[in-house]
């Protein structure tokens, strides 16, 4: 299975150049609160240019007539938006309801600057053609948040940090290969596997959480006034999540930690070769005097959906979420409720803890899904990588590097076929910061099927010769990157400091620096770095002996009382038909296309004739064979 890209929804695609301000303020989330009704209601968001930043509705009825009446409280992070240019008015939103109403309840739209409400409107002059309020952007406090590839979207909510088309989530995360096989950790009937349940120390196992591993899950620390009711409730449909439920007493912030590792199957040894584990904790959600909170101690990444209900934490050993004062009823899967967390390595900790403003004694259930892969059903993610993946060793996270493997072929080059290939044109969204020559993000290329993109696949047609080899320049690097932009200088064209170029001067990889010595490209081949056969060979040789066997007539085989045939062959990968290999009148030697067995037929002097198998053993696709018939 593929990657599966992310679904942007609710955020409309209208796509500009970034306006050409000098400055940027700091941090603009603009946030509603629909206490009822909120299917009726909606509010588009304008940058002073009049260009639709985004539209906010209820995701799960959007702006209709009709519909039940549910609350929706969200936040949206339009990151670092330029300030107002004295020359054009403010930017400004548009509050509609579709039947022509004020907004009902206490119902609001809030734009919030650099920490700081600038607006806040109830609706009261909401209709069906939306009604213009204006805000500005301009604070003492200047954006000091990084963009690295300088298209105006600041890394925290670009989803394409480096513009190279290849999503931040496949490159940042480091998975183990490209179609995303890594562990699902499932939790299902616990077993105390040593210490006293409920207390410090107590190890729990969850056994064959996936195929040959278990999860130990051990409480590290419990704060006064937590106890633990549940490690796990399995309830359908969600069985395999985590979801434990503590009770809390008390006041402030408190929680109980808790210790996963996972082993070997039936043993407490680590399991080897477990790079990451990821998943996301769910219905993170609260009531007025108390909010659920989750803590993970240093995790590899972490992010929110855009938008989010969540208020994002930091701590000097890790980050975390905290929900809102508002609980949803049941177990809830809304996306403004969850958050994705990664760890490197085996084993983690995560802390599950209540923020309550006043003493109450309460249960809370807490519910976390342990598949990585959950990133890719993020809507817009706010993701923040900490450990990122850095195959090459040049300090750049693969989220931010442009040449992922260090072979001097850019990855927007290799992540796209050679014929059909597209380059960027500059003109990106201003909320999710993709170029939109790729409005999905781009599914990379693997050329050899070995479940490694070419980007980052140092020998991208597996012919045993090196991609930097293949590249058509230099074949070792100087370790030198005058731009800092992943790209060594061995590399690059006439400028040195592109940093902005994701595919430096190969426009068209068709008519570039990548050589193709057979020339096969308009035959069906390939560029030298993705094709095994570099020398097109227009007759086939067979020599073993100095004189060349290969065979291109029609009869080969005359007067002679028997005969052996000899022959290399290999079958396609979409091999499936009987296919003839060599033969002449009575004789034949062919591949079965069902069984994929050596036969042959064959005609006697006497007139008779007979089907044969000279082996019983199937051929392997996509492998040579020397095969014989007598």
Same mark, same amino acid.
């Given at each position: 299975m593929k990657l599966l890209r992310p679904a942007i929804s609710f955020l409309t695609l209208i796509l500009v150049v970034p306006l050409a301000f000098s400055q940027s303020t700091n941090r603009v989330k603009v946030s509603v609160d629909w206490p009822s009704f909120s299917y009726q209601n909606k509010v588009e968001v304008y940058d002073p240019a009049n %260009? /639709? &930043? &985004? =539209?906010?509705? +209820?995701? %799960? $009825?959007?702006? #209709? =007539? =009709? !519909? *039940? *009446? =549910?609350r929706y409280i969200t936040t949206y992070d339009l990151g670092c938006l330029s300030i107002d240019p004295i020359a054009l008015p403010n930017y400004y939103l548009k509050i509609f309801n579709i039947n022509d109403n004020p907004w009902s309840g206490s119902a609001s739209v809030t734009v919030n600057v650099a920490g700081v409400d600038v607006l806040t409107d109830t609706g009261t002059t909401a209709s069906a053609a939306g009604t213009d309020v204006v805000f500005n952007v301009n604070s003492a406090t200047l954006c000091t948040l990084p963009d690295t590839d300088g298209d105006g979207v600041v890394d925290l909510v670009d989803q394409d940090d480096d513009n190279d088309g290849i999503l931040d989530v496949g490159e940042g995360l480091g998975f183990s290969n490209f179609t995303c096989d890594v562990p699902v950790l499932s939790f299902r009937s616990p077993v105390l596997d040593s210490g006293t349940a409920g207390t410090v120390g107590a190890v729990y196992r969850f056994d064959n959480s996936s195929q040959g591993l278990d999860v130990l899950v051990e409480i590290e620390e419990i704060d006064p006034g937590v106890s633990l009711t549940s490690i796990d409730s399995d309830i359908a449909p969600i069985e395999d999540y985590l979801r434990t439920q503590l009770r809390f007493t008390g006041v402030g912030t408190f929680g109980m930690k808790f210790k996963f590792t996972i082993v070997i199957d039936n043993t407490t040894t680590p399991a080897p070769n477990i790079a990451r584990i990821g998943g996301t904790s769910w219905d993170v959600d609260g009531r007025p005097n108390e909010r659920e909170s989750i803590r993970y101690y240093n995790p590899s990444a972490y992010g929110v959906d855009n938008p989010t209900t969540l208020e994002t934490d930091i701590y000097p050993d890790g980050a975390g979420v905290t929900g809102i004062r508002l609980d949803f009823p049941g177990f809830n899967e809304s996306t403004i409720l969850r958050s994705y967390f990664q760890f490197s390595g085996n084993t983690f900790s995560i802390k599950m803890q209540i923020k309550n403003d006043v003493n109450l004694s309460t249960p809370r259930l807490f519910a976390m899904s342990f598949t #990585?892969? +959950?990133?890719? +059903?993020?809507?817009?993610?706010? /993701?923040?990588? /900490? %450990? !990122?993946?850095d195959p090459d060793g040049d300090g750049l996270d693969n989220q931010l590097d442009i040449d992922a493997d260090n072979d001097g072929i850019p990855d927007n080059v290799e992540a796209q076929p050679t014929v059909g290939y597209l380059m960027p044109n500059g003109v990106y969204d201003p909320v999710t910061g993709l170029d939109s020559a790729y409005l999905s993000g781009i599914d990379p290329v693997d050329t050899d099927g070995d479940n490694i993109p070419d980007n980052i696949d140092l020998d991208s047609d597996n012919d045993g010769t090196p991609d930097i080899v293949e590249n058509g320049m230099a074949n070792v690097v100087s370790l030198i990157d005058s731009d800092s932009d992943g790209l060594d200088d061995n590399f690059e064209g006439a400028n040195l400091l592109d940093s902005s170029d994701v595919n430096d001067e190969i426009d068209n990889p068709s008519a570039s620096i990548l050589p193709d010595t057979d020339g096969d490209l308009p035959l069906g081949g390939d560029l030298d770095y993705r094709d095994a056969i570099d020398v097109y060979i227009e007759s086939a040789t067979v020599d073993f002996d100095g004189i060349d066997d290969h065979i291109a007539e029609d009869a080969f085989m005359s007067g002679w009382p028997s005969s052996t045939l000899m022959a290399w062959? $290999? &079958? +396609?990968?979409?091999? *499936?038909?009987? !296919?003839?290999?060599a033969g002449q009148g009575m004789m034949r030697m062919y591949v079965d296309g069902s069984s994929r067995v050596l036969r042959s037929y064959y005609v006697t002097s006497a007139g008779s004739s007979a089907y044969g198998s000279s082996s019983i053993t199937a051929l392997d696709l996509d492998k040579w064979y020397h095969v014989a018939i007598s």
């Open positions: %260009n /639709l &930043l &985004l =539209t906010i509705c +209820d995701d %799960n $009825k959007c702006y #209709q =007539t =009709t !519909g *039940s *009446s =549910t #990585q892969c +959950d990133i890719f +059903d993020y809507k817009a993610p706010s /993701l923040v990588v /900490l %450990n !990122g993946d062959v $290999k &079958l +396609d990968p979409t091999f *499936s038909a009987d !296919g003839d290999v």
